[in-house]
């Protein structure tokens, strides 16, 4: 049996009162707009997770950079792409990629990972998503050093599309809302989801452009065109590198925040009382 630490206690104190006092219907609302909270335990999870080391997050940022060189060196040749523009692409693409598929696998065990805190204290289910969210969205911003030198090393010089990256970064902050509460109640339900998740994203990698344009495809570019992550990607990822802004991936990226947060809302509404009896 778990017992709630000490950091976990003063982040629900720090909700006050009114976390317990929700409902399904409003359980999203309620622990999105409870920052204070996810905020405290996800900056928690951090100093846990890198407790007593040196450099701390950062090494996450060390080995970015490591994977950025190694295969942009090797893939920057077999597709026949200039290094100087190939590994400002990559190095956003990793990063971004990272910060997806760890937000999808973690989202996996949102509610299984806190089950003890559900079953003891009445708060928002979301508030477990949000920290996961939070966590990731950090560390994946210890990783745009990387980006910065790169951007710098090959004299790609910011344009005004630079001005629509934090709008593109909130919208993947929103994103990992929806997909953590949505794989959250349907893992917490069947727990043959996690590892087909896990499977899965391995598989979509590959049909994703993360480490390949999709001009290189020609004719065939629809594989990217009418894959959703390639849009969310890209929504950040063109105004960093000075790519032509592709309008197209907002629509698609606001279009399916909001059937994302629609459908996770009525997972929620049809299931907050379930599920902490599924933990």
């Known amino acids: 049996m778990g017992v709630l630490n000490s950091a976990e206690a003063a982040a629900i104190d720090r909700g006050g009162s009114d976390l317990g006092s929700h409902s399904g219907r409003d359980d999203i609302l309620v622990g999105v707009k409870s920052a204070r909270v996810w905020g405290t335990l996800g900056w928690h999870d951090i100093r846990q997770r890198y407790r007593r080391s040196v450099i701390g997050p950062f090494w996450f940022t060390l080995s970015t950079a490591i994977m950025v060189v190694v295969l942009g060196a090797l893939y920057s040749t077999l597709l026949h792409q200039e290094i100087k523009d190939y590994l400002p692409y990559l190095a956003v693409g990793l990063v971004l990629w990272q910060y997806l598929a760890t937000v999808a696998n973690e989202g996996c065990n949102a509610f299984i990972g806190s089950a003890f805190m559900i079953k003891q204290i009445r708060i928002p289910l979301t508030i477990h998503a949000c920290r996961i969210v939070w966590r990731n969205f950090v560390i994946m911003l210890h990783s745009f050093p ?134």
């Not at 590892?195 to 020609?218: D, G, H, R, Y």
């Not at 004719?219 to 032509?244: C, D, F, K, Q, S």
Request: hydrophobic share 55%; net charge positive.
């Open 146 to 279: 990387v980006v910065v030198v790169l951007l710098i090393a090959f004299g790609h010089w910011p344009t005004w599309e630079f001005l629509l990256v934090p709008l593109g970064l909130f919208l993947l902050l929103l994103h990992g809302v929806w997909i953590s509460v949505t794989l959250g109640i349907l893992c917490a339900r069947f727990r043959d989801i996690p590892p087909i998740v896990t499977n899965l994203i391995q598989v979509v990698f590959f049909f994703t452009p993360v480490m390949w344009s999709p001009e290189i495809l020609k004719e065939r570019a629809w594989v990217a065109e009418y894959n959703p992550l390639y849009h969310l990607m890209e929504i950040v990822r063109a105004p960093i590198t000075g790519r032509p802004i592709h309008w197209e991936s907002w629509v698609w990226s606001v279009a399916m925040l909001v059937a994302g947060l629609a459908f996770s809302q009525f997972l929620m509404r049809r299931t907050r009382n379930r599920v902490p009896y599924w933990l």
